[in-house]
């Protein structure tokens, strides 16, 4: 029998986490390990003491790719894909590589050590809200077979990408997870993301710089404040956790009630009325 402090299942489980380094991939990183897992991390700067493996990676070559998904052995219980970049001053095809195509790539380079029962859980982001209705000029891209083709895609697409490609790689994201949840179940294999609210990781002063520090002050708030990173992790640790043995194809919003509220027409967007609403962010 496991022991009380295990509920979630992970004491002896192989997880992987990318963007171990900072934010909530550290946050995460440190969960799984005080939880008794043996953790992974990948990033492209050195992870600290919550990983008991570091690889470095870089999501925006395909080479740096394989040879970090070659380094990792069978089998993979979890995988957190926690990288990313906040857009500017990064460039757009940047972070379309490190926030989706690379992500991608590394997530079906991993999914054949994945037995049944094990999970996938990747952060996308409140700034990918209206998915849903971009879903047909999502779904070529996200449906590319693999890196180069993605690639190619984002280059020769930048009218569909719009003014900013995090929000359209978060948007791309939730789409990826909804359609390719569904042949990966059949598999065994769970597939969820998380959509963030304004957290206080590294990424928000690249927010504050992008949007205005008077629009991301000003951002509708219903719980009052930002998250912290962990707020961000638990979820993300829960999601991939055998005890949600039967979700897969979620979309799961950790936005402090953001989305109900705007759903229900309860939030006043009068403050941002002289800001710059292009949608950069913030999760």
């Given at each position: ?5 295990d ?23 440190a969960?799984?390990h005080d ?5 992974i991390g ?25 040879a ?5 052995a069978?089998p993979?219980h979890a995988l957190?894909?926690?990288?990313g ?5 990064f460039?757009d095809i ?10 991608r ?6 999914v054949?050590k994945m037995?049944g029962?094990?999970?996938?859980a990747?952060?996308?982001s409140?700034?990918g809200?209206?998915?849903q ?5 999502l ?11 993605g690639r190619?895609w984002?280059?020769s697409?930048?009218?569909v990408i719009?003014p900013?490609?995090y929000?359209f790689?978060?948007?791309a994201?939730n789409?990826?997870?909804?359609w390719?949840s569904?042949s990966?179940v059949?598999?065994g294999i769970r597939?969820n ?15 504050e710089?992008?949007m205005g520090?008077?629009?991301m002050?000003?951002f509708p ?7 912290s990173?962990e707020?961000q992790?638990w979820?993300?640790v829960?999601?991939?956790?055998p005890?949600?043995s039967?979700v897969?194809g979620?979309?799961?919003h ?5 989305l109900a509220?705007?759903?229900t ?9 002289t800001?710059d609403?292009?949608?950069?962010g913030?999760g």
């Amino acid at each position: 029998m496991l022991p009380m402090n295990d509920v979630l299942g992970y004491h002896g489980r192989n997880v992987i986490v990318t963007g171990a380094a900072s934010g909530m991939g550290s946050a995460c990183a440190a969960i799984l390990h005080d939880l008794g897992a043996r953790v992974i991390g990948l990033d492209i700067n050195e992870a600290g003491s919550n990983v008991d493996v570091y690889t470095r990676v870089d999501l925006r070559d395909t080479d740096s790719i394989a040879a970090a998904a070659n380094t990792i052995a069978a089998p993979i219980h979890a995988l957190f894909s926690c990288a990313g970049l906040p857009g500017p001053p990064f460039s757009d095809i940047d972070v379309m590589l490190v926030n989706f195509v690379g992500a991608r790539q590394l997530i079906e380079a991993l999914v054949p050590k994945m037995p049944g029962g094990s999970a996938i859980a990747w952060i996308a982001s409140m700034g990918g809200l209206g998915w849903q209705e971009q879903l047909s000029n999502l779904l070529p891209f996200v449906q590319t077979p693999d890196f180069a083709t993605g690639r190619s895609w984002c280059e020769s697409h930048p009218d569909v990408i719009g003014p900013s490609a995090y929000a359209f790689s978060k948007q791309a994201i939730n789409a990826w997870v909804a359609w390719r949840s569904y042949s990966l179940v059949r598999d065994g294999i769970r597939l969820n993301c998380l959509n963030p609210g304004p957290t206080d990781t590294p990424m928000m002063p690249y927010f504050e710089d992008g949007m205005g520090k008077d629009f991301m002050d000003n951002f509708p708030r219903p719980i009052g404040r930002n998250a912290s990173p962990e707020e961000q992790a638990w979820p993300l640790v829960m999601l991939n956790s055998p005890r949600c043995s039967y979700v897969a194809g979620e979309a799961f919003h950790v936005d402090g009630g953001f989305l109900a509220a705007m759903t229900t027409g309860q939030l006043d967007f009068s403050a941002l009325a002289t800001a710059d609403p292009t949608p950069e962010g913030p999760g």
